[in-house]
């Protein structure tokens, strides 16, 4: 499985930005995909997850309320609609899928927000 995701930049405080991640490779089935962002001297951490199904989601307390992870209709796709986003958000933003027993990770998007 192979992860590509989409859309990160430059965005001021308190504006929004959409990112998003496709798989390729094994897509057969759909799985459970997330998102994890690191900011620099940091530890990658959990920021979405969403069921395969896309019926379950769950939110690290630090984004809730504000960041939203949907899955497109194309099959393993996935979005991040960030809103209010503050300077702390700061980070790079990997997709993750959860697959065949596995972990997968694509390389990552910066998002860097401005104060």
């Known amino acids: 499985v192979q992860l590509q995701a989409f859309g990160g930049g430059l965005v001021q405080a308190g504006g929004s930005r959409r990112l998003s991640c496709a798989a390729s490779g094994r897509t057969a089935t759909s799985y459970p995909m997330a998102w994890f962002r690191q900011a620099p001297g940091k530890e990658r951490e959990f920021v979405a997850r969403i069921s395969w199904s896309g019926g379950s989601t769950s939110y690290a307390d630090s984004v809730k309320g504000r960041f939203t992870i949907s899955r497109g209709n194309a099959k393993n796709t996935v979005y991040l609609q960030m809103n209010s986003l503050k300077p702390e958000d700061t980070a790079v933003y990997y997709c993750?899928?959860?697959?065949?027993?596995?972990?997968?990770w694509g390389k990552g998007t910066q998002v860097t927000v401005s104060s």
């Open positions: 993750q899928a959860e697959a065949y027993g596995m972990n997968y």
